[in-house]
């Protein structure tokens, strides 16, 4: 089965302090990988999609890459602003049972938590 | 654009009451999408939308309903609730074509509690 995980589930980080979330997967075929930004009490934010091995994507101080395996998630120098929880989704080639068009398999996040 | 928008934002149930859960979009989206969070879990997909007229169950099916009578509207239905229904509730959507994936728009959300 399709399996999506996140680590660490929580991560302390002082304002300044580099550091990157992990998303481990085992999928069939990857489509396309996908990171999200969630905030307390609000929907997912859409941040970077990555569709093969080797693949970079940036935006501000947040960096996604991806492997066959895995993609990080690579903060440089936090602000308190990005504390957020961030999570991964995948979406599978596989068809048959339990396999969409379209859908996404979420891991359950890594909240982030940047101290001044 | 709105992007995508759900109402109510909170509701409050009686077990055994039934709601519906409205979503709508303006970004002229083929697929749309019901997922429910719960705390320190995943999301996990309800029901899902390739287009109007077109439905199918995701992962955890069980207790709704959906409708899909235009390419904007969405709506989830719960019948009967019950206090394992209790979650937050968001709708997404997002654009397919040829093979190719595109990012899942998410709405903020409804926050129900059954009682």
């Known amino acids: 089965e399709d399996q999506v995980t996140q680590s660490p589930e929580a991560l302390r980080l002082q304002e300044g302090e580099s550091s990157s979330l992990n998303c481990s997967y085992t999928?069939?075929?990857?489509?396309?990988l996908f990171w999200y930004r969630q905030d307390p009490g609000k929907g997912p934010e859409f941040l970077f999609t990555l569709y093969s091995a080797g693949e970079e994507k940036e935006k501000e101080r947040l960096k996604a890459t991806l492997t066959k395996k895995e993609s990080f998630l690579h903060i440089t120098a936090p602000k308190p602003e990005d504390s957020a929880t961030y999570l991964c989704?995948?979406?599978?080639?596989?068809?048959?049972?339990?396999?969409?068009?379209?859908?996404?398999?979420f891991g359950r996040g890594t909240q982030l938590t940047v101290w001044p | 654009n709105a992007g995508v928008t759900q109402t109510p934002k909170f509701r409050i149930l009686k077990i055994g009451q039934s709601m519906t859960l409205q979503c709508t979009q303006d970004m002229n989206h083929n697929y749309m999408y019901w997922y429910r969070q719960d705390p320190g879990m995943g999301l996990k997909l309800i029901y899902y939308?390739?287009?109007?007229?077109?439905?199918d169950k995701g992962e955890v099916p069980n207790g709704y309903n959906v409708s899909r009578s235009t390419t904007e509207d969405f709506p989830l239905r719960l019948e009967l609730a019950a206090p394992s229904q209790t979650s937050v509730y968001f709708c997404?959507?997002?654009?397919?074509?040829?093979?190719?994936?595109?990012?899942?728009?998410f709405g903020p959300g409804t926050r129900l509690t059954v009682t």
């Open positions: 989704a995948v979406q599978a080639t596989g068809v048959g049972r339990g396999s969409t068009l379209g859908r996404l398999y």
């Open positions: 997404a959507s997002s654009y397919y074509s040829s093979g190719k994936s595109y990012e899942q728009y």
């Open positions: 999928v069939s075929g990857l489509r396309g």
């Open positions: 939308s390739v287009g109007a007229g077109i439905t």
